[in-house]
Nanobody, 121 residues
Framework: QVQLMDSGGGSVQAGGSLRLSCEYI?????MGWFRQALGKEPEAVAL????????YYADSVKGRFTISQDNAMKTLYLQMNNLSSDDSAMYYC?????????????????RGRGTKVTVSS
């Protein structure tokens, strides 16, 4: 059983930074961060597969966001820099235990409750 507890969202001005954290319990094949803005479909923002051997970033966040993992603390992070209003969304940590589902377009079965990010211009 995988349990995820995400946190770290908040309100920030454009150009600012936030770091999201996700404490997890259980063994996973891949983990990552998704976001869903109001009225939009969820999208994968950053994924880490095989403990970091493979990472994925959405084109819109490349060069600004960094996903990382602290195995000792069992915590996944998303460092978000140079934020813009387009980044405003509910962000949630997600994980999978099935290799076949470890892809950006898949709906990961395990999710945190989400943490809201609001960027004002």
């Amino acid at each position: 059983q995988v349990q995820l507890m995400d946190s770290g969202g908040g309100s920030v001005q454009a150009g600012g930074s936030l770091r999201l954290s996700c404490e997890y319990i259980g063994a996973t094949k891949c983990m990552g961060w998704f976001r869903q803005a109001l009225g939009k479909e969820p999208e994968a923002v950053a994924l880490m597969i095989s403990g970091g051997m493979t990472t994925y970033y959405a084109d819109s966040v490349k060069g600004r966001f960094t996903i990382s993992q602290d195995n000792a603390m069992k915590t996944l992070y998303l460092q978000m820099n140079n934020l813009s209003s387009d980044d405003s969304a509910m962000y949630y940590c997600a994980a999978e235990t099935d290799w076949a589902r470890c892809a950006p377009r898949q709906n990961f079965r395990y999710r945190g409750r989400g943490t809201k990010v609001t960027v004002s211009s």
